[in-house]
């Protein structure tokens, strides 16, 4: 078992936005929060399944909502230990870790600041490796371990306790709540014993962004040398180089949603490339050719800092580069991809591994990262 400083938070949000392809909320505001309840009740504390007993219950606490929501609302203080509460009442049985739901953006660091706060180890994974839109978007639910009962709190107080009869209708009753509880919501789920998730979870998720983060942190002030040190950290492929010249995006049923296009650069001039949201960056298509999707990861970063950017941090005239990080295996199985693939995010083309697209084979071919 090993302590998390406040560098260490930092990097880890820092990594983690690489991963989130875009999602889980502006990894800044989870920053503060982590770092305001190691200040009051110390620094998180960071362990893993095999150091503790196989009957010990471990939770998921998350963010639920659009993260466009967040840039207005800031629901980090006691409705999450609230919700860990009220899961405890419900479940009759203490929580003996916190398990970080996705490793992206706020939903990475949120579990560490509840943990500092409720003085309860976070264990060195996740249940995705990478951000999704919806909670049932999970390994887990892979696994066919539920995400009920969840809990849903909210800033005033309230909070409701979800029983589905799945893990799709777990997800549609608490973004219901969600929308109610002003489009962003505290929440805890997927409760579990130790010896369930032992070989369901993506070990080593929050010491791989820390080093992500670190390496940017020690690239800071040079956007090429950070975009090398992600790429390099995370095998990425460079699928593209534009500016943004349209960006439509707005909250539907708890979501954010959109699409923006980027007229080419350097190399890209003369292409245009256009990238569909739901919270995350889902599908990237070059000349309306799909040359990335989920379940693998689109990343885009600022070309003028070398930092990820969040869906709802874009603006029309940014210049970024667009890059692909290969998925988990187990998301390409066929259990997986009717999970996380494209046909469960409501698209109708078969899903293709990042490197075996022609854009990724062309781009390796010709030397690029």
């Known amino acids: 078992m090993s302590y998390l400083d406040t560098t260490a938070l930092r990097d880890i949000a820092r990594g983690s936005s690489v991963l989130a392809g875009g999602g889980g909320g502006d990894p800044f505001r989870g920053t503060l929060s982590a770092v305001e309840m190691t200040r009051q009740y110390g620094p998180p504390r960071l362990t893993t399944l095999w150091d503790l007993p196989d009957d010990a219950v471990v939770a998921c606490p998350f963010i639920i909502g659009a993260p466009l929501a967040f840039l207005e609302k800031f629901p980090f203080g006691d409705e999450l230990a609230v919700a860990a509460r009220e899961l405890q009442r419900v479940l009759g049985a203490p929580i003996a870790a916190l398990l970080p739901a996705e490793i992206g953006g706020i939903n990475s660091t949120l579990p560490l600041a509840l943990g500092a706060r409720m003085n309860i180890p976070v264990i060195d994974a996740d249940t995705m490796g990478r951000a999704y839109p919806e909670m049932d978007m999970t390994l887990l639910n892979v696994e066919g371990i539920p995400a009920a009962p969840t809990v849903v709190a909210d800033e005033h107080g309230n909070s409701v306790v979800v029983h589905a009869t799945n893990n799709v209708w777990t997800e549609t009753l608490a973004r219901t709540v969600s929308v109610k509880f002003g489009a962003a919501a505290a929440g805890i789920g997927y409760s579990a014993t130790v010896a369930r998730l032992r070989h369901a979870v993506i070990e080593g998720s929050l010491s791989h962004v820390r080093s992500i983060g670190q390496a940017m942190r020690e690239a800071a002030g040079d956007p090429q040398r950070v975009i090398g040190a992600v790429s390099r950290l995370t095998d990425a492929v460079e699928l593209f180089r534009g500016k943004i010249i349209s960006l439509d995006r707005e909250i539907i049923d708890g979501f954010v949603r959109g699409t ?49 950017l969040t869906t709802e941090s874009l603006r029309y005239g940014y210049r970024l580069v667009v890059l692909g990080i290969a998925c988990d295996e187990r998301w390409r199985t066929e259990t997986g991809l009717a999970v996380g693939g494209p046909a469960r995010l409501g698209y109708d083309f078969p899903y293709v591994p990042l490197e075996d697209s022609p854009r990724t084979i062309a781009r390796r071919s010709a030397g690029a990262p």
Do not use: K
């Open 260 to 308: 923006f296009l980027l007229e080419g650069i350097g190399a890209d001039t003369g292409s245009q490339m256009t990238i569909d949201i739901q919270n995350e960056y889902l599908v990237a298509r070059l000349g309306g050719e799909v040359v990335a999707s989920a379940p693998d990861i689109i990343t885009v970063m600022d070309a003028a800092s070398g930092l990820p």
